[in-house]
Every structure is written in C-alpha cells, then in structure tokens.
C-alpha cells in the first residue's frame, strides 16, 4: 500500500511542478517559483495532499545533487581566466558583503553572540544563504535588450560565474564550524586538503575522462561515468572531510567541463533531473515550508532578510564597480544584475534544514527573497539601461 501511495505523491508533485513551473514562465518569473508553489499547494500549508517522508527527502537530495553537478559541467574555465581582476574582486566583494550583512541582520533580531556559539553559526548560515548570486534572469534580460556582450554584461556573467564558486567555498567552511569538537583551523586545514585534492586527482580524471571522450565519443558510457564521478566526490566530501556533499557534485562538473562531451554529459543528466528529482527537490521545498510559524517576528525578519540580501548585492558589488573605473550608473547595473537568488540559496537552506540548523520558517523569506528579486530585477535592469545604454563590444 505504501509503495502505491508513492507512485500517487510522484505524480501529484511532477505534474503539479511542471503546470505550476509553466504558469511562472508565462509570468515572467523564474520556473522554479513555480515548483516551488506546487508544493506549497500539495503539502500542509493548502491541500495536504502530500506529506513530506523520508522517501521524498532522500529524492530531493539526489536532486540536489545532480543540481550542482550540472552548474559544475556549465562552468566554463576559459571565460574564467578571460574575466581577469575586475570580474574576481567584484565577485569576491559581493560575497563578503552580504555574509557580514545577513550575519548581522540576524543577529540584530536574535542577540549578538561571540565566535564559536551556536548563535554565531547561526548567524554566519544566514549570511551565506545571501552569498550566492543565481543570474539566469539577468543573462536572459540582458540578452533579451542585446546588451550581454558589452563590457557591463559580461563582468555581470563571469563574476556571477565566480560567485557560485567562492559561495560553495564559503558554505563548506561555515558548515565545516557546525561541529563543536572542530575549530576554524581544523575545517579550514579539510576545506584546503579537499580542494587540493580535488586539483590533484580531478587532473587526472579530467585525463583519463578527456582520453575516454576521445576513443568513445558521444556514447552512453560517457555520462555514465560522469554521474559516479559525481555521486563518489559526493561521497567522499561529506564522509571524510566533513564537507557538503553539494560541493563534491560541484567540483565533479567542474572536473569534467573543459572535456568535450561535457555538454552531451549535462544533457543526458539533465533527462533525469528535470523529469523527476529536481521538480521532487523543488517541490520538498514547498512541502516543508510552515506558515503556522510565520508570526509577526518572522514576517518583519522575512522583509529585513529581502531588504538586506538585495542591497548588500548592489553596494558590495556595485562599489567594487565603480573602484574598477566603471562609471556609477554601470555599477549599480552590476550590483542590481547580481541581486537575483535562486537554485543555489534553496540549495543552501536546504542543507541547514537537513541538519537542524534552522527552522522550516526560515523558507518563507528565502522564497520571497527569490520571488521579489526576480521580478524586479529585470523592470530595474530595463530602466538603467534606458537611461544609459552599453556599448556592445
């Protein structure tokens, strides 16, 4: 009975998912807004037509997984070393701004802490929740208006592309401290040897990968291979280094990136994430999201998370900008292109959610955080760029 019940819930979330993702299209929104609201539909807060279980859990964080895997495999490395200086401070800025500002925010509603309490993770969770820059709808505004190949679009791209690295690396350290048996020490000598290790033995997979691709290409062997890769840095990172397995499943696509099915790869991957485990991820969101707890206190703590998540993206960013030579109205183009959020903020709560860190509640302002940055990023973008159009390179 239990195996039919979960054949029903399948279907309910992928086909909920799917009409719900395409009436956001239609609105102008992200998708995942979409999904996100068919599990609001089906889970506790309306119908309570589903229920969340372990079973769901579990196929949300494979979803997850193969998330990052396939932002990993769409990273390109060369416009990375192409974006120089300017692209990197931007993005390096425009994560430490926000960190500080959302630790500081909470801590502004909860107490201040001193370092090594469970409040000032806490806090530093908050904050990296902000960190992450999701510029799908940047990119596609600015394409939209012909503007992606000036100098304006693409500092916006490759710092963003910068961003999701230097916002993963920062996660795995904040959640590296949740132990209070490691110090900083400790998880920044794991972060470390993790990276390097990644360096060392990704060199050789990227070879043995790149040699396979070349004797076998275009064959079904080819993202068989990538998704183990995957799923055993997954692995790996969290059970010996004590490091998200999202970061394993990031660094796994980056390894794989430069060979050249890497496309062919994040589209066979990419069947079964948007068919099934990532409308379930999306979906789990929705269905673990409690109105009973938004109280008036988390309301005015949703609206300040809003609030401060947008304008540390302008300011640390947008001034970053301006210290590059750009003038004021082409950085506050910068910081207002990297204020969306998206898949890689829920990904994050997500995570905090999975290991007790914060509160179901702490979705709502997530949700609204990506809802209203979504929208109005675009209506801003299309105002500065009226006012003061960017020469196309």
């Not at 409040?119 to 940047?138: D, P, Y």
């Amino acid at each position: 009975m239990e195996t039919y019940r979960i054949l029903r819930d399948l279907a309910l979330i992928i086909l909920t998912a799917k009409f719900m993702g395409l009436v956001a299209k239609k609105c102008k929104a992200p998708m995942v807004v979409g999904e996100i609201i068919a599990g609001l539909i089906l889970g506790p807060a309306l119908l309570k037509l589903v229920e969340p279980s372990d079973f769901i859990s579990q196929m949300a964080s494979i979803g997850v997984v193969l998330i990052m895997f396939s932002a990993g495999l769409e990273t390109n490395l060369k416009e990375l070393k192409k974006s120089g200086l300017i692209a990197l401070l931007v993005a390096c800025i425009g994560v430490f701004v926000p960190l500080v500002g959302g630790a500081v925010m909470y801590m502004c509603f909860n107490g201040f802490a001193g370092w090594g309490t469970e409040e000032f993770f806490k806090a530093l969770f908050v904050g990296s929740i902000m960190t992450a820059t999701s510029v799908g709808i940047t990119v596609e505004t600015l394409r939209e208006m012909g503007y992606l190949s000036g100098r304006v679009g693409q500092t916006i791209l490759s710092a963003a592309i910068i961003d999701d690295v230097i916002g993963i690396i920062v996660l795995t350290f904040v959640l590296g401290l949740k132990d209070p048996a490691n110090d900083s020490r400790a998880v920044l000598i794991k972060t470390v040897a993790f990276l390097i290790l990644s360096v060392v033995c990704g060199y050789i997979i990227y070879r043995i990968a790149k040699w396979t691709d070349a004797r076998y290409p275009h064959t079904r062997r080819i993202p068989i291979m990538g998704l183990g890769l995957c799923f055993i840095l997954s692995y790996i990172a969290e059970r010996y280094f004590g490091i998200a397995d999202i970061t394993g499943a990031y660094i796994a696509g980056i390894i794989l990136c430069n060979i050249r099915d890497a496309s062919y790869i994040d589209r066979k991957i990419s069947i079964n994430s948007y068919m099934i485990f990532a409308p379930v991820f999306f979906v789990s969101i929705g269905l673990k999201t409690d109105f009973t707890k938004v109280d008036t206190g988390m309301l005015m703590f949703s609206i300040a998370f809003v609030i401060v998540a947008m304008l540390t993206k302008v300011i640390g960013c947008g001034l970053t900008g301006k210290l590059c030579g750009f003038k004021w109205i082409d950085s506050l183009k910068i910081g207002v292109g990297m204020m969306t959020r998206g898949e890689v903020a829920l990904i994050i709560t997500n995570k905090g959610l999975n290991l007790g860190i914060i509160d179901p509640s702490y979705f709502t302002a997530v949700i609204l955080l990506i809802i209203i940055s979504s929208i109005s990023v675009p209506i801003l973008l299309k105002l500065l760029y009226s006012k003061a159009p960017d020469p196309v390179t």
